[in-house]
Nanobody, 126 residues
Framework: QVQLVESGGRLVQAGGSLRLSCVASGRTFSSYAMGWFRQAPGKEREFVAAIRWNGGRSYYADSVKGRFTVSRDNAKNTLYLHMNNLKPEDTAVYYC???????????????????WGQGTQVTVSS
């Protein structure tokens, strides 16, 4: 079992920055990959970013590449999403997710992840 708790979401103006955090508990954090997804009202949940178990490689959706950075601190059991130059279209609930079953699916695939947090709201005003 893994528990994931996100935090850091809030209202921010366009062009601003935020850092989201996701604290994991229950299983050795350094043993599995992690991802960030987001869901805007009326839309499907979409991939944002992911990072390998050791932080050695990260992956991004085209829509956030160059603006967002995913990182992890395995000593603190924490995943981060650093978001810069935020746009109104980034408004969504952001979820972190864990791949503890070592799924062979691509990092952008929702079904790869078997544990999800409750989400944190990010609102970007224009």
């Amino acid at each position: 079992q893994v528990q994931l708790v996100e935090s850091g979401g809030r209202l921010v103006q366009a062009g601003g920055s935020l850092r989201l955090s996701c604290v994991a508990s229950g299983r050795t954090f350094s043993s599995y990959a992690m991802g960030w997804f987001r869901q805007a009202p009326g839309k499907e949940r979409e991939f944002v970013a992911a990072i390998r178990w050791n932080g050695g490689r990260s992956y991004y959706a085209d829509s956030v590449k160059g603006r967002f950075t995913v990182s992890r601190d395995n000593a603190k059991n924490t995943l981060y999403l650093h978001m810069n130059n935020l746009k109104p279209e980034d408004t969504a609930v952001y979820y972190c997710a864990a791949d503890t079953a070592y799924s062979g699916s691509g990092y952008y695939v929702r079904d790869k992840y078997d544990y999800w947090g409750q989400g944190t709201q990010v609102t970007v005003s224009s």
